[in-house]
């Protein structure tokens, strides 16, 4: 038996993992249902349109005629009546909720469109269910749940993936920015792009070890990136691109890339093959159900291809501070200090990428970004006088995660100090985190009293207003804070890869020479005390 820095018992690195696993997923769990349960029906941009998608699913209407149902697009749906509400107050940030009806317990058949009635089913079929049986309250927060729950459940992996790989912590510091109040918004309410961030956050943190990490086991790596980029492939149409550029980005050079290794393993080949058949299906679905007609929100005025551009570029400013926390129905701006102090955080992290990184690595990173800014805007631009400007922040996040990811884990192979990473680590822990709480709290305000035009200290008080949550306005809170302390604790005593003996679960642990098939000669992860000196011909460490 090898003996390990656990009491000589190597079960102890697999119980080890799980514990972080289970401690990580309460800490993301009660942070993003902390939201679920401070949002009034419709709280979140569209979840009534998906509310009624999930329910027609749920119903067995999984492929509605398309129709102009809403703005010359979508579907109708034969729900139940307690889901069908017209809302009041979107877009009036000075209206709180209480002008609205709440979901009720009506069964009775109403038919209704929704924007979201052509989406693949495979997200809806997993929430559905609740809504139909238990129209009102009880079902939308267990819809909600269930979305949490997914999300939290990726985000833990994440997190332990990061805990076990990384050389240097910076990875860790990276996953509390790309976490940013708005992931955790979406992922609390019914929609899809909210289950699509954490995927995207738990498929590159996952991707970038397994593609072109150093060698060692990765069974474990191989089932995060196979389940997350499955749930990439189906979730939204953008899916299919998030993937092909992280194909480019990390397949390529395939002398720099584990890619030939990965193709002689059954279980990578399987996914892959899987990911491939999903990705087809949802394009064939597209082709079915004319997904790709977003509507008219176009305006009488027609731009150029160069007029387009301009704006485009411009509206990238609120794209940014949409990423971060632009909530309810992106009509709830918080004050310009939080925004900023993200930004340069995120900023931050991108240089440090580029300034330690190799030139493979800015290649990789230009990519990246490309794929997460260039490709949208483009499309943006060429369809601007068809559909009109619709792109939102949120839907380029969950490409977006992975530059920042990956510029940390650049700057980490390249030699970015563990004491200079767990300072950045422990100090975005102690400036990002409180912004979370106050995000919500800012929101609850807004949904509760609303946000009049002279706002005042006086006024952002979130256990005020005449519309409180089922749950009541403390719950929530309570929730958000202990989530928030949890992941704090965790980021804040997480030991790097490179500080300790590595403790990877038992499913990416690296094996001990005893452990290799002979005639495996590939170099392993050297153990506590090894010093690090220059760069590895595969943009690696050398050790000594």
Known sequence: MTPTANGGNPEARPRSARKHWALAFVAFFLLIFAWSMAAPYDGTPDEREHIVRAAGVAAGQIAPP?????KGTGAFQTVPGGLVRDQCWQFKKDVSAACAQPPGSDRTPTRTGTGAGRYF??????????????PGWSGVLLARMITALCC???????????RNRSRSGLMMGALVVVTTPMAVHMASAVNPNGLEIAAGVAFFSAVIPLMIGPPGPRRGLILLVGISGLLLAI???TGPLWLATAFVAFAFPLRHSNLVGLLRERAARLWAAGIVLATVAVLGWSVRQQTSDLGDYSSAERLTAGQAALREADRWRGYLDQIVGVTSWLDTRMPAPPYVIWQLVAGALLILGIVWGSTLDRWRLLVLLGG??????VMQIALVNESGFVTQGRYMLPMLVGVLLYAAWAAEQRGFEIAKAR??????????????LFCLAYTMVRWQNGLPANLGLSSLNPLAGDWHPVVGSVVPLLSATLGLVLFGWLVWTARPAGNDEPTPDAATEVPTRADRPAGDHTELLRPAGSRLRG??????LRST
Request: no cysteine.
């Open 535 to 540: 760069a590895g011909p595969e943009g690696g």
């Open 121 to 134: 089913p495979a997200y809806y079929a997993l929430v559905g269910a609740p809504t139909v049986l238990w």
């Open 372 to 377: 997460g800014v260039v490709v949208p805007s």
């Open 235 to 237: 979730l939204r149409q």
């Open 66 to 70: 398309p129709d102009a149902a809403k």
């Open 423 to 436: 300072s950045f680590s422990r100090l975005a822990v102690l400036i990002l985190l409180p912004i979370h």
């Open 152 to 162: 939290a459940a990726l985000l833990a992996s994440a997190y332990v993936v990061i």
